[in-house]
């Protein structure tokens, strides 16, 4: 195992470190976990669907920081931020519906 690496395994390596090649398998797979349980949030009722969605977001901004990280050294990276663009927006626009839900006043007539 290199220095620095806290999982190494063959081509893929999850450190900040890592090329941005090393990094793909592991930002795939927190991006996957992340879309299953934004996915599963949506057959759940009842308060533990907005804790699973938030869950399923940081799973995703997670990945996203894992594999823009190094925007200024590497085109690669600086290319996947300027992608990642609409992603923000959405997951912003998502984060703010969420919160406005939650804290809805009650209508009562």
Excluded: C, W
């Amino acid at each position: 195992m290199k220095a620095g690496h806290i999982i190494n395994s063959g081509s893929s390596s999850f450190s900040f470190s890592a090329s941005y090649d090393e990094s793909l398998i592991t930002v795939g797979l927190f991006s996957l976990l992340g879309q299953v349980l934004i996915i599963i949030s949506f057959f759940i009722k009842g308060r533990k669907k907005n804790g699973i969605k938030i869950i399923g977001l940081l799973f995703l901004f997670i990945a996203f920081y894992y594999l823009t990280h190094n925007f200024m050294n590497d085109s690669r990276a600086g290319l996947g931020l300027f992608t990642g663009i609409p992603f923000l927006t959405v997951s912003g626009i998502l984060i703010y519906k969420m919160i406005k839900e939650k804290f809805k006043p009650l209508v009562t007539d």
